[in-house]
T-cell receptor
Framework: SQKIEQNSEALNIQEGKTATLTCNYT??????LQWYRQDPGRGPVFLLL?????KEKRKERLKVTFDTTLKQSLFHITASQPADSATYLC?????????FGAGTRLTVKP | GAGVSQSPSNKVTEKGKDVELRCDPI?????LYWYRQRLGQGLEFLIY????????KSGLPSDRFSAERTGESVSTLTIQRTQQEDSAVYLC????????????????FGPGTRLTVL
């Protein structure tokens, strides 16, 4: 069955470091992959969308890669700040079938 | 309004009662989605409306769940004979479709309705 895994439930890093979050998928070949940020008690907020023919996409301090061979997307936040602390969700999609991962809770410590 | 709104923000009900949750999408967004999020878990797709097309109901967990949408505006999610396992946050999202299929455009989420079934 199709499965989406995001690395360890929680990730703690020091302010200023680069956070790297992983999204692995099995039995699935997404054509698109979205990343969202969710703060406690709020709905997810869209961050980036990457297509299968794009290897990398950037937006300010954010960078997403999409490796269809490894079946993996990496989400990087450079120069991390305490305000980046949140849960990050990946959502691969193919043919209108969009699935969300359970998310990784990131805590950036000052 | 500027964003997706949902009401009520919180709903506490007794097992066996029916509940109705409301979503007001962003004006002009033809696509509307309902999701369920249990505590500490990811989003579970429930139903998808796209313009005048028949809704994609493939995610509805049982026939106790139903949803309607009036044109390209308000949507209501109804849960009949609620059970304790229905307790969760119900999220609504909308997006501008432009011919794209579900998941191919960014989605704008509302704040959710927290449902507690006692």
């Amino acid at each position: 069955s199709q499965k989406i895994e995001q690395n360890s439930e929680a990730l703690n890093i020091q302010e200023g470091k680069t956070a790297t979050l992983t999204c692995n998928y099995t039995n699935y070949s997404p054509a698109y992959l979205q990343w969202y940020r969710q703060d406690p008690g709020r709905g997810p907020v869209f961050l980036l969308l990457i297509r299968e023919n794009e290897k990398e996409k950037r937006k300010e301090r954010l960078k997403v890669t999409f490796d269809t061979t490894l079946k993996q997307s990496l989400f990087h936040i450079t120069a991390s700040q305490p305000a980046d602390s949140a849960t990050y969700l990946c959502a691969p999609t193919r043919g209108g079938d969009m699935r969300f991962g359970a998310g990784t809770r990131l805590t950036v410590k000052p | 309004g500027a964003g997706v709104s949902q009401s009520p923000s919180n709903k506490v009900t007794e097992k066996g009662k029916d509940v109705e949750l409301r979503c007001d999408p962003i004006s002009g967004h033809t696509a509307l989605y309902w999701y369920r999020q249990r505590l500490g878990q990811g989003l579970e797709f429930l139903i998808y409306f796209q313009g005048n097309s028949a809704p994609d109901k493939s995610g509805l967990p049982s026939d106790r769940f139903s949803a309607e949408r009036t044109g390209e505006s308000v949507s209501t999610l109804t849960i009949q004979r609620t059970q304790q396992e229905d307790s969760a946050v119900y999220l609504c999202a909308s997006s501008f479709s432009g011919g794209a299929r579900r998941g191919e455009n960014e989605q704008f989420f509302g704040p959710g309705t927290r449902l507690t079934v006692l």
